[in-house]
């Protein structure tokens, strides 16, 4: 893929009473209090360069570090900076609704000297004081990701438009139901679990979905109301689906607003057997390759460009150390829906290089 060659546009906004709507809904998805919280764990700060004196010290703040997707984040900054010639140094939080871990991190990177900063914001409010004020001090801040609400913190954010990924994923979920004969007058429901409530991402992907969906699907096909939380944790994901299925006999159809959630709902539906259901999510992790790829189920992903999230991210750092102002605030780096049909297709162009 060339790097240059990837569609850069501006992203759209969200009203904020969808996101008023989205935090009423999920059950506890209110952020702990620093007073509330006990100190959570966290990844410390690992070098993923070779480090040598005089070359830029960049500091990457990520959500977490236990998927596939964020692996693919990693790769490409880690390539990035060899490429570079820079120093780069890597922490997360354990889960991905841990801002208080991030602004830590943060606050060490800045006590650090670091001369640029990546970020992948586990919180798309909390973290906007922090990050302007670190930026004020002529640090560069690029995200990855995820945006912050302040878009006066930070330099520019490469990311998926993931309001439009959320409106492919709706699309692929009603082409899939009509191709699998269920009737515009059967009773369907969507249910919907996602990592954390607090990001935009999230927020956007959902925002997406249903205003497709209400502008598509029959009426009598619905997204249930209740929309689960797992915080990055494939385990709880899993129980979440297997709860969904218990509770409602009429899910047809599971979404998976990102990768670990996705991932929890592949593990339910395989333990459960419930190839009656189909799976749309986000990202090719192994476990959910397996279902696309398989005859006897009904899956589809939407998977995104990561790997140049990290990878433009951080020669963009490079760029603005060199007195270079970014050309857009928002980049977005693509997206593609995977299914039984293309899959193949999609396997080959990542083989050999995880990109």
Not at 14 to 38: D, H, R, W, Y
Not at 310 to 319: K, R, S
């Amino acid at each position: 893929m060339n790097v240059g060659s990837i569609k850069r546009k501006k992203r759209k906004y969200l009203c904020v009473a969808f996101l008023l709507c989205i935090q009423s809904v999920v059950s506890g998805c209110g952020n702990k209090t620093p007073e509330q919280s006990a100190a959570p764990a966290y990844y410390e700060y690992e070098a993923v360069t070779e480090i040598k004196d005089g070359q830029p010290d960049i500091y990457v703040v990520l959500k977490v570090l236990t998927s596939q997707y964020w692996q693919d984040i990693v790769a490409g900054i880690r390539d990035a900076g060899t490429e570079a010639g820079c120093n780069v140094y890597v922490g997360a939080a354990a889960g991905e609704s841990d801002w208080e871990s991030q602004k830590f991190l943060l606050e060490e990177a800045e006590q650090a000297g670091a001369d640029a900063v990546i970020l992948a914001p586990g919180n798309s409010s909390a973290l906007s004081e922090t990050v302007s004020s670190l930026h004020s001090q002529g640090v560069p801040v690029i995200l990855v990701d995820t945006i912050l609400n302040d878009t006066d913190s930070f330099d520019t954010c490469y990311m998926t438009d993931n309001l439009q990924a959320g409106e492919l994923a709706a699309e692929e979920m009603i082409r899939l139901l009509r191709e699998n004969g269920i009737s515009e007058d059967a009773s369907v429901s969507i249910a919907i679990q996602i990592t954390s409530a607090s990001s935009q991402t999230v927020i956007d992907r959902l925002a997406g979905f249903n205003q497709y969906w209400s502008a598509n699907a029959p009426k009598k096909w619905i997204v249930l109301d209740e929309v689960k939380k797992n915080d990055g944790d494939s385990s709880i994901a899993q129980q979440n689906c297997m709860d969904f299925l218990e509770s409602y006999p009429d899910v047809k159809g599971v979404f998976g607003c990102n990768n670990s959630s996705t991932v929890g709902f592949v593990n339910g539906l395989t333990q459960t057997g419930r190839q009656d259901v189909i799976l749309v999510g986000f990202d090719y992790a192994d476990e959910t390759a397996r279902l696309v790829e398989s005859e006897d189920w009904q899956a589809s992903v939407v998977v995104q460009s990561q790997y140049y999230m990290g990878y433009d991210g951080l020669m963009e750092a490079v760029e603005i150390l060199n007195g270079h102002a970014p050309e857009y605030k928002f980049v977005d780096t693509g997206t593609r829906v995977i299914n039984h049909e293309n899959y193949l297709t999609y396997e080959q162009s990542i083989t050999g290089d995880g990109k």
